[in-house]
């Protein structure tokens, strides 16, 4: 059984973490390492997340001297792993119990780099509002477009890891890393079982809509270095399909 290398970033969290945590410690699938990065200059959940993680000797934590933000955070835990693969887990979603089971198995048997799965959306509250249906294939043409994958449902290979395979960006950190891979023409193929449950808040920086419209031109302008105007075209292709997901993904639960 090859090992998988769980990356947690923590920031300001405590509320969701234990449930977090624990969904990734129940995993069917046992040879695991979980690398937690505390990434918050305030220390006042650190001693909270120390407790958690010295219950399970599976855990590692790193904590960063400084607030260093959601990707370069992911980095730090990639300069340690240990795994044949890695799969990413925000601090405020849940996983199934047999996520990583089901998705190692596909990998390994069709010798797979990067998979990701369908996602429920749920509140604060775990009530689930809607889902987001994992695509089989995905090409870097149809990311350009839209960037449907649930970045705690995706597991990598080894082989693929980059050095700061993350970028420093508020938001769409992962869809930079998503399209950097996918220029590669490594095939990413989804599994559509939803076993992932992603907590949407009003509160969360993937919530504000600014946010997300001035980072998404980041990422085609600067990391994808297209010209001024396809990046405004793009991101008002990207709009448009982000508004249709809304609107359909409350009609699946």
């Not at 699938?29 to 959940?45: A, G, P, Q, R, T």
């Not at 705690?152 to 938001?171: A, G």
């Not at 969360?204 to 980072?215: A, G, W, Y």
């Amino acid at each position: 059984m090859k090992l998988v290398s769980v990356v947690i970033p923590y920031y300001k969290k405590k509320e969701y973490f234990k449930e977090t945590l624990d969904s990734a410690i129940r995993q069917t699938y046992k040879n695991l390492e979980i690398i937690i990065v505390y990434d918050d200059d305030s220390k006042d959940d650190l001693e909270y997340v120390s407790q958690l993680s010295s219950k399970n000797e599976k855990i590692k934590l790193i904590i960063n001297k400084s607030n260093k933000g959601v990707g370069p955070t992911r980095n730090e835990a990639l300069k340690i792993f240990k795994g044949e693969y890695v799969a990413f887990l925000d601090s405020d979603d849940i996983w199934s119990d047999e996520k990583i089971e089901k998705q190692i198995n596909l990998m390994e048997n069709q010798n797979i780099l990067f998979s990701h799965t369908s996602y429920q959306i749920i509140d604060r509250f775990n009530k689930v509002t809607g889902r987001v249906d994992a695509k089989q294939n995905l090409s870097y043409k149809d990311l350009l477009k839209s960037c449907d994958i649930g970045l705690s449902t995706v597991i990598l290979s080894s082989k693929i890891i980059e050095d700061n395979l993350f970028p420093n960006l508020k938001t769409k950190e992962d869809y930079v890393a998503w399209l950097g891979l996918a220029k590669k023409n490594i095939k990413i193929v989804g599994l559509n079982l939803a076993l992932t449950k992603w907590r949407q808040l009003s509160n969360s920086l993937s919530s504000s809509n600014i946010q997300k419209l001035l980072d998404a031109f980041r990422v085609y302008r600067h990391y994808e270095k297209k010209s001024f105007l396809f990046s405004i075209i793009s991101v008002l292709i990207l709009s448009v399909y982000a508004i249709k997901k809304k609107i359909l993904l409350k009609f699946k639960k």
